[in-house]
């Protein structure tokens, strides 16, 4: 099942206004912080890398991997926006600059 148009409508409502962006592929998204790859959305749910700042945010939560063959992620539970935009934010902080394409 892919994630339907309104659930992505209402997650980027108000976490747009704070850089985060989500890029369709293959019917779910992955979900970008200041251009840099913070998680995804699959069936209507949001997960997150396994990061330091997210481990510290998240403890307790669901390691599960979000597809068939993916690497276990944090599934984000809350639909609190001031809670997702600081955790994404703070995911974000954490990564690396992605390196600029040729």
């Known amino acids: 099942m892919a994630t339907s148009k309104e659930y992505i409508e ?5 976490l747009e ?3 985060v962006r989500v ?3 293959m019917g779910d998204y992955v979900v970008y912080c200041d251009d840099k ?9 949001l997960f997150v890398k396994i990061t ?6 998240l403890a307790g ?13 944090y599934l984000v539970e809350s639909e609190d926006k001031a809670f997702l935009v600081k955790l ?3 995911v974000a902080a954490g990564l690396p600059t992605p390196k600029k394409r040729k």
Do not use: Q, T, W
Request: with cysteine.
């Open 10 to 14: 209402n997650f980027l409502e108000v």
């Open 17 to 19: 206004l704070h850089g």
């Open 23 to 25: 890029y369709p592929m």
């Open 37 to 45: 790859p913070v998680g995804c959305i699959c069936d209507n749910h």
């Open 52 to 57: 330091p700042a997210s481990s510290k945010l």
């Open 61 to 73: 939560a669901p390691e599960l991997p979000p597809y068939a063959g993916a690497k276990p992620r």
């Open 88 to 90: 994404l934010e703070e």
